[in-house]
């Protein structure tokens, strides 16, 4: 069989290698994002900040929500979930003395750490004592005395700095002007990643970073887990040792893989699915040209199982030929999104993808599953072809399978409708599930496929000008099937990447329409971090009738015994003339209440009055009166908080936004515009790349194939008197025809996608969205369908003019 096999690969060579591009790309791609995956899973910061350390107490940098559940016979089931703080609790200001007290103990060193905004960058600030446990050395100048700042080298070379410049630094307490007093570095490099460097004399740290205590404390000690033991007993307070040392630090400080796992973990689905999706129809595409050589094969005495294992053998060599220059390329395409992401800013700076044996091995292995088994189903139907089909000049698949295929159709499309029913598309989870819908209505246009495009093609096929063309339609409606395997990688490529696409810009325009309408009462906006005092000093100011100020933040909900973090803001309103309008639907805003987005209400069975307990940025827990829930919350966040709250418990509490109604232009006003999300719309771009391309290719691929098995038929037109001309503008015709239908079909994928989410959004049914990204995707895929189809057929018929001249 394995003779058999690779005999019949030598002899179609050109027919099979279309499918070893497709599993190539397949394997490749798996790969990539399997890597990117592997690689962010498994990202650790170094411990550096505490390098010196060998124990290091920590104030909270998590929140807990543990769930007790009883089953029968007494038993119970406890299940813990946390969530990362986005800022850092404090620990009591005696603890250092009394850690200092315990057996072994040979040094402590309480660390404060807070963000500063220093020359529109934020940096993280220490008192100088810290850095004994740190790896930073005096580079030059001197430790700093009152009023003076140790900045880190990297920030001294972006800066122009040097020992006796000065600098404002702005803090949550205010801002101020130190002089730089020295420049410091860590052995053999200018700076920690991910994170900049100030360190002020301890006795500022109180006054620049407004914590009543410090944030870590560092221990030196011969015995870290004797020390920890021990620690439990004055504090129950985590205590960490080893590379856990690094989760001491300031959150903010410290590199964050939480999107970018999401983010990844969304491309590889993507990537699995357009893989299985292109390998089923190319394969089958590559049966059903050798339906006549089957035929042939079945008249001396194959049987279908005989036939089955013979295509899953070729599938199966051809994956695994596929899979040795597929993985230095996954490798590669791999290492090239990690470098565009890290330049978006999408993951951390520090982020290197790591190869592994055995995320390309498991790629490897996944791309040779998918291409056998896209070989069987191909076979399912096509090994019961009968022996005399051998005797005719085409064979044709066995009729039959029709209630499979409905099935088939019928339930990812009852899926796909169900997860838009159900599923809240307005909040978090609505581009992932807006994807899931858009494939299970591409798996149930595929099972469809057949059906769907005999009835389009009748239509369509009518509607083509000229005598080709109408010629064209009856060969269409006659080989529907064929017409089907090139049109449906044309509605993947178009369904996949419009919904992406559409989806992505109606959020965007969304936050941006919002934030016109949150800021339209004001005529003066201001922008940059600024402290609440000096922002409360503004709205006071003569002239102005009311004003609003936003301080960004994360806080955490508890729900169902699992703590969710959400976007937030701080706010603080003053004045008789509102200067911010957010839509409120239910209640109204009140200086010390708790506003609440229209979806996170809904999500959570809350309303006005209800008191919701919150767990700020550092971790401290209040309960606040639900007083109002509003509707504006694209671009904005799902909790409103009151500001000062907020500024009090934010590692850095600064005010970015103050919209004020006066009488005439503030001086120095600028007007302030909504903040793009910038790195998130790249990282879907960069998606819609990638699988823009791999469908791309497939397109091209599968015309190519299609093409390709025409060669005698196109050589019969020749003989019958068609000339090479004709022949051509019949292949044209026939691949418009395939393009019209393939475009339908995927504009009807994206229309329901897209207007059930923008439905789910603010209510208003939109299926184009943005009409230039829509109509230039479209036309793109249209185009390369007809070039796919038009340049093979131009080179078949090049081809076949020498072979008959000759």
Known sequence: MMRLALGTLRRHRGAYAGTLLAALLAIALLAAGGLLLFSVLTAKPPADRFAAADAVVSGAREVTATTVTHKKQDKTKTKVKRERLTGAGTLPADLAG????????????????????????????????????????????????????????????????????????????????????????PPGRDALPAQGALFVDDGEVAALSGLDGPTAIAVRTGDPAGFATAAQALTDAPVYTGDDRVRADLPGALPDYVAPISIFGFLLGITAFAAGFVLVGTVALSVRQRLRELALLRTIGATPRA??????????????????????????????????????????????VRVNAGVVLAAAAAGMLLTVLSARIAARRAVRIAPTQALVETAAAPKGGGALRAILAVVPAVGAVTVLAVVPLDGPLGMGMSFISTALLLCAVAAAGPVLVRGLTAVVGRLAPGTAGRLAGLIARAEYRRVAAVAVPLVLMFAINATMLLNGALLNDLAAREQVARTAPANVRLGGGMPLDEAEQLAAGPGVGGAAATIPTRAILVSGGKPEDYAAQGLLVTGSSPALDLGVTAGALTPDGLAMSAYLARQEGLRVGDRVPVWLADGARTELPLTAIYARSHGFGDLVLPAALVAAHDPVGLVTSLTMRSAGPASGASAHGPAQDSPQQGAWELMVAVTLGFTAIAVVNTFAIATAARRKECADLRLAGATGAQVRRLLTAEAGIAVAVGAVLGAAVTAVVVGAFSLAQDGTLRVFVDPATYAGLLGGTALLGLLAGAVPARLLIRRGAMMWSA
């Not at 072994?104 to 004592?129: C, E, K, M, Y």
């Not at 036939?307 to 051809?318: F, H, M, Q, S, Y």
């Open 98 to 185: 009394k850690l200092a007290e315990l057996p072994g103990v040979t040094s402590v060193v309480a660390d404060a750490a807070f963000p500063v905004q220093l020359n529109g960058r934020t940096v993280i600030g220490h008192g100088w004592g810290s850095a004994a446990v740190t790896p930073f050395a005096l580079r030059s100048g001197r430790a700093p005395a009152a009023g003076e700042a140790v900045v880190d080298a990297d920030i001294a070379a972006r800066a122009g700095l040097a020992p006796g410049a000065t600098i404002r630094v702005t803090s949550r307490t205010g801002t101020r002007t130190l002089r730089v007093s020295g420049v410091a570095a």
């Open 307 to 352: 036939l089955r294992r013979l295509l899953g053998l070729e599938a199966a060599v051809l994956a695994a030929v596929a899979a040795l220059p597929a993985a230095p390329l996954g490798v590669l395409i791999a290492r090239l999104v990690a470098a565009r992401f890290r330049a978006l800013g999408v993951v951390p700076s520090p982020f290197e």
